[in-house]
């Protein structure tokens, strides 16, 4: 599912990017830049955000396929296939379906992040 896939992706970068833009000149560290590909938006590499952590970000990008194929049982409907309605309803399904699964394969990637466990937390 590439155009969600693809959607997805430019909604975390731009999160990113924003959470990275409220973070310049809050501090005395000159920005710091890596080579993740969610930090370049429209084309213009950002600052990566104060708490960016590229091996996470590498690691749960690499589950991306498999979170694809726990979400291939939602059928998106295609363009000529339905009505715009059903179209858009299909993917925020596809969409929510997908975040829920990757966020529950990164599960133990939190798990002991910087000596926490976020299933501790608060
Ligand atoms: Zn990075």
Redesign the pocket.
């Known amino acids: 599912m590439p155009q969600a896939q693809t959607a997805w992706d430019n909604l975390l970068a731009d999160l990113d990017g924003r959470y990275a833009a409220s973070q310049n000149g809050q501090d005395d560290e000159p920005a710091r830049y ?3 590909r969610q ?1 370049v938006i429209r084309g213009v590499r950002q600052p ?1 955000p104060r708490y ?1 952590d ?1 091996e996470y ?1 590498r690691a749960r990008n690499a589950l991306i396929g498999e979170a694809e194929k726990l979400v291939s049982f939602v059928e998106v409907v295609k363009p000529k296939q339905g009505s715009e309605e059903e179209i858009t309803e299909s993917r925020a399904k596809w969409t929510r379906c997908f975040s829920i699964a990757m966020d529950e394969l990164a599960k133990p990637l939190l798990n002991g992040a910087n000596g926490t466990n976020i299933e501790d937390r608060g």
């Open positions: 890596c080579d993740c930090l990566a960016h590229c970000v």
